[in-house]
């Protein structure tokens, strides 16, 4: 960089002041010194205070890029500097040379390599440059307790000393900002045991009542730990969502992106870990901050040990750049470098302190029996050959006794699945195992039946876990070989049940058109049977029945509202379940005598959709009254279900409650609370809809308890949780909602359904947006947008390869909240992207919108030239799609970016467009599109009198406040806020520059009076406060 006078090097050091730090800010810093010292040495710099500037810079450089061993160096030039010519300093160049010994003693204790005795000489350096100063020694006994806390770590008395004589101390100016000493108290704390206080000290900087550069994100990496310990993992999820956001990719944060590692390890989320080590790949390199990489490192090596120690050694990993790396290769590689610097700041120390820290740290075991759920979408671990088996969920006492007799074995399943216990899945396991090892015989005993039966037991079973997992075709093939083996054993009466099941497996597709034939022959088949045969299994009538009620009811969901509610509608059971699981009371012995008529034909009604609501009425009263005749409660709980959902879909929501009520009772009654969490659920549904949230909360809480406490795979715990999280909204009790969502969105990843888990975290996000967490928010919404960007999820065919609406919302949610923080060069980026994506669609009212939020944040962002190119694209996407509010807004906001960047020089341009913006809402006007007339004119004239107060010319604005203030004054009451806030300003300007100070409190009492009398407090208040001050002006 070519620097040859002090104005270039003035303009230089301003330009590099405004680049975010790194390696570009850091180069140009050192060159910017440099010229600054060849000038100084020249004799060309008239202001020796430049010389100064730039040397703090470079280090300000250093600091923040991870350069700490070369920050000593320039801050000893800047100390010659103020020894030799203490002019060159001004107040500010002062504060900041008893600030940055701090910085230096920080750097040197983190260099494994500057003996010991020389950090404690600095630290006495500092004492006496303070002493000399007379400045307050609370900073430099802060130093004190940090090198203890590095040569001993927290626990040591010494430690605990240091911290009484720097705590006790009262605060000066030199002292840390008051949100980084809270960090360094509470860390303290939480180290030594004490998890309650160090969060109660952190409170006000998780907060965000007190903050710096780097508060609250670093405090929120330092408590992870300490609120998962506490049990408070909504805030642990809230400060990893948060501050790992901060921290990402940047080289002063080498400690906290450790600590974010730690957390994902100790939380069962190593998936979640193995993304940020990707995403932090540059700071391998941050060799000039060794203290700070250790604490890196180390963070990856527990991660890396629990992967390994899981069976993930072969997996491929992120590492430092040149080498293919495996989790195995990488934890050997990191193991030795961490060992090897630990054991260098040990012997440095003469202390076992650090090394000492680091084992503690890797011998720390997972806090969580299960993965906390985050809200980010993680993909899981993928399957690797060495990978230990994940243990076994713990198994109740029916299963874990299972009998090692056959005999005893297979009546033990044959009763659990009688009674529809999940424990006969894994019984039925075994007996599977059992029949068809190599070399078996079947044991001569007449209660197992012949092999055939069992046979077709198994392919019962195994058609219906493909039933709950939706795969047809496996359960189509299984229940074929069951009803061929029911045949083989001579059960003629279970191979109509299968039949029935068999001929209802595809009931849900769209294009599932049900054999109502075939049921009818199996339906008269199953009532002869009964009739002639009392040993026939009454229960394989039921089945028949059930299944047609079962087809009836999918029947009725594609005749009212498509083949998409069929495919959605929950029912009393997954479409799965109900199809395929097996008859609860299977093999049960006749409960008693009973005729079953064939339900009457119904008459064939007028319409579609009026025939199968119909037949499933006569198909559901006849499986009622079938199960009720024959006693089987749990089959008329079922019954009461499917009319249950019928009822609730048709709006008849009261007796759909009624009827789930029953049901719920019925199962209570017969002691099997496993069929009860589906029951629930629907009954939660039910009162969502009739504005009972509080109640359906309470049912949602009590089936996902049940569904616990009795797993079932097929159980839907994604859309369960997601119900829950809108009913506590709902009443009210957002964090429970939060909460909810969250794990709605784990649930629907595991069960590998992105679109839901998508949908869900928009939601989510928009949850915790209104809660008034953006930064969770959007951390949320970026997991989101890069997995669908990873995954192509709601892509459309279109030739640019657009996206559908929930990608599109998905991105206009995260760019809307990347603004609200600030955030706007990046909210721009994804407006653009936004803009891009739906160029081609029919429909260009998401063009123009994006386009004009583009506009906005790429003026926020002090990029004046991109904001134009993007404010002519929305003028020429208006043109094709009309949003004249929001056009116009944007083209008075884009004249007051103008104004406020460039003053008087930007007025004619600003004008412009004020004025083009009073055309879009006339033509609006004129075309009759829905836009607010009086507010686009009046919102012209403000920002008019804004622009031409900005130019100093303060008659024209007065002139223009007061346009706006008629054209509101006679709108009336909904234009009073408005009213009132050029009221303001035209007050402002004739108390201001215009020197009209009696004018502007008149105008001010009776706007005071105006605002009370229209019902606006908070607008008389502000009135008031500037009337209370113009009136001190003038006196």
Not at 103 to 116: F, H, M, T, Y
Not at 965 to 975: C, D, H, P, S, T
């Amino acid at each position: 960089m070519s620097v040859d006078t002090a104005e270039e090097l003035v303009q230089a050091l301003r330009a590099n002041d405004e680049r975010p730090y790194g390696k570009q800010r850091t180069v140009t810093a050192e060159e910017l010194a440099e010229a600054a010292e060849q000038l100084s040495e020249a004799g060309r710099l008239d202001d020796p205070q430049l010389l100064v500037v730039a040397l703090f810079d470079l280090q300000e450089a250093y600091t923040y890029d991870a350069e700490q061993r070369k920050s000593p160096v320039v801050f000893a030039k800047v100390l010659k500097l103020w020894d030799t010519k203490p002019e060159a300093f001004n107040e500010w160049a002062r504060t900041q040379l008893f600030w940055r010994f701090k910085w230096v003693a920080s750097a040197l204790r983190g260099l494994p390599e500057v003996p010991l005795a020389a950090v404690r000489r600095w630290d006495e350096e500092m004492r006496s440059r303070y002493t000399k100063a007379e400045l307050g020694l609370q900073p430099y006994y802060a130093q004190r307790f940090y090198l203890a806390w590095h040569l001993d770590g927290p626990g040591g008395d010494a430690v605990a000393d240091a911290f009484e004589l720097w705590a006790g101390r009262p605060r000066t100016r030199y002292s840390d900002c008051v949100a980084c000493e809270l960090r360094s108290r509470a860390d303290f704390h939480a180290h030594r045991g004490d998890d309650a206080r160090a969060l109660e000290i952190w409170k006000p900087v998780l907060d965000g009542e007190s903050t710096c550069s780097e508060e609250p994100w670093s405090s929120h990496a330092h408590a992870l730990l300490p609120f998962v310990r506490a049990g408070r993992l909504d805030e642990a999820r809230s400060s990893h969502l948060v501050g790992y956001r901060f921290s990402r990719g940047k080289s002063a944060q080498t400690t906290e992106v450790g600590l974010h590692l730690e957390f994902c390890t100790l939380t069962r989320n190593e998936a979640r870990g193995l993304e940020i080590l990707a995403e932090n790949r540059d700071l391998w390199a941050t060799e000039g901050n060794p203290l700070g990489l250790l604490n890196f490192r180390g963070g990856v090596e527990l991660l890396l040990t629990r992967l390994d120690a899981d069976g993930h050694g072969a997996l491929p990993v992120s590492g430092p750049p040149g080498e293919n790396w495996t989790v195995a290769s990488l934890l050997a590689h990191v193991h030795a470098q961490n060992a090897e610097l630990a054991a260098r700041f040990d012997a440095r120390n003469g202390t076992d302190g650090v090394g000492a820290r680091l084992r503690a740290r890797l011998a720390q075991q997972p806090l969580l029996a299960e993965p906390l759920a985050l809200g980010v979408r993680v993909p899981g671990l993928p399957e690797q050959s060495g990978a230990r088996t994940p243990a076994p969920a713990p198994v109740r006492p029916a299963a874990a006794e299972a009998p090692q007799n056959l005999v005893e074995l297979v009546c033990r399943a044959r009763e659990l699945y009688r009674a529809g216990h999940p424990d006969a899945d894994a019984l039925w396991l075994r007996v599977a195992e059992r029949i068809e090892a190599e070399g078996f015989v079947l044991p001569d005993d007449a209660e197992l039946g012949p092999l055939a039966l069992l046979r077709a037991e198994v392919a019962q079973q195994r058609a219906s876990d493909a039933m709950e997992n939706r795969d047809r075709a496996t359960a189509r093939a299984e229940m074929e070989r069951a009803v061929a083996h029911f045949a083989e054993a001579g059960r003629e009466d279970r191979r109509i049940a299968a039949q029935a099941r068999l001929a209802v497996v595809d009931a849900e597709p769209e294009d599932g058109a049900t054999d109502w034939a075939a049921l009818d022959r199996l339906r008269d088949a199953a009532v002869s049977l009964r009739a002639t045969d009392p040993e026939a299994d009454s229960d394989s009538l039921l089945t028949v029945l059930q299944s047609r009620t079962y087809a009836a009811h999918h029947a009725l969901y594609r005749a009212t509202q498509g083949a998409e509610a069929a495919e959605e509608a929950p029912g009393p059971r997954t479409a799965a379940a109900a199809a395929a699981q097996p008859s609860a009371a299977s093999n049960a012995s006749n409960p008693g005598e009973a005729d079953v008529p064939a339900p009457p034909s119904p008459a064939l009604p007028v319409s579609p959709m009026e025939q199968a609501a119909a037949r499933f009425e006569a198909e559901n009263t006849a499986f009622l009254q079938a199960a009720a005749e024959f006693g089987l409660r749990h089959r008329v709980s079922l019954a009461l279900q499917y009319r249950a959902d019928v009822a609730a879909r048709q709006g008849r929501l009261d007796e759909a409650d009624a009827a789930l009520q029953e049901a719920l009772r019925l199962l209570e009654e017969v002691q099997q609370p496993w069929r009860a969490p589906r029951a629930l659920v629907l009954l939660g549904q039910i009162r969502v809809q009739q504005q009972r949230p509080q109640q359906a909360v309470e049912a949602f809480h009590r089936a996902l308890g049940e569904a616990a406490r009795w797993p079932d795979p097929s159980f839907p715990y994604g859309p369960a949780h997601s119900m829950l999280g809108q009913a506590c909204a709902m009443s009210g009790d957002q964090h429970g909602a939060i909460r909810a969502l969250t794990e709605a969105a784990s649930r629907f990843d595991r069960g590998g359904d992105p679109e839901q888990a998508t949908t869900v975290r928009l939601n989510l996000a928009n949850l915790l947006r209104r809660s008034g967490r953006t930064a969770d928010a959007v951390a949320v919404l970026e997991s989101a947008v890069a997995d669908a960007d990873a995954t192509g999820l709601d892509t459309t065919t279109s030739p640019s390869g657009g996206w559908g609406r929930l990608r599109a919302q998905l991105q206009l949610d995260l760019a809307r909240g990347l603004e609200a923080l600030d955030e706007h060069r990046d909210a721009a980026e994804e407006f653009l992207r936004l803009a891009d994506a739906v160029a081609d669609w029919e429909d260009q009212d998401v063009h123009t919108m994006a386009a004009c939020e583009a506009t906005v944040a790429l003026g926020e962002a002090g990029l004046p030239d991109a904001a134009r190119a993007a404010l002519e694209r929305a003028l020429a996407s208006h043109a094709v799609a009309p949003r004249p509010d929001q056009m116009a807004a944007t083209l008075r906001e884009f004249a007051r970016q103008r104004m406020e960047a460039d003053g008087a020089d930007a007025l004619e341009e600003a004008l412009a467009r004020i004025a083009e913006s009073e055309r879009v809402g006339a033509d609006a006007v004129a075309a009759g599109h829905d836009v607010n007339p009086w507010f686009v004119t009046g919102s012209a004239h403000y920002e008019r009198g804004r622009a031409y107060a900005e130019a100093q010319r303060p008659e024209e604005a007065l002139a223009a406040f007061e346009e706006s203030i008629a054209l509101y004054a006679a709108v009336g009451r909904e234009a009073e806020e408005p009213r009132a806030e050029s009221l303001r300003l035209a007050a402002i300007v004739e108390a201001g520059p215009l020197g009209r100070r009696d004018a502007a409190l008149q105008r001010l009492t009776a706007g005071i009076t105006r605002c009370e009398q229209a019902g606006l407090p908070q607008a008389a208040k502000i009135l008031t406060g500037l009337r209370d001050r113009v009136a001190a002006q003038r006196n």
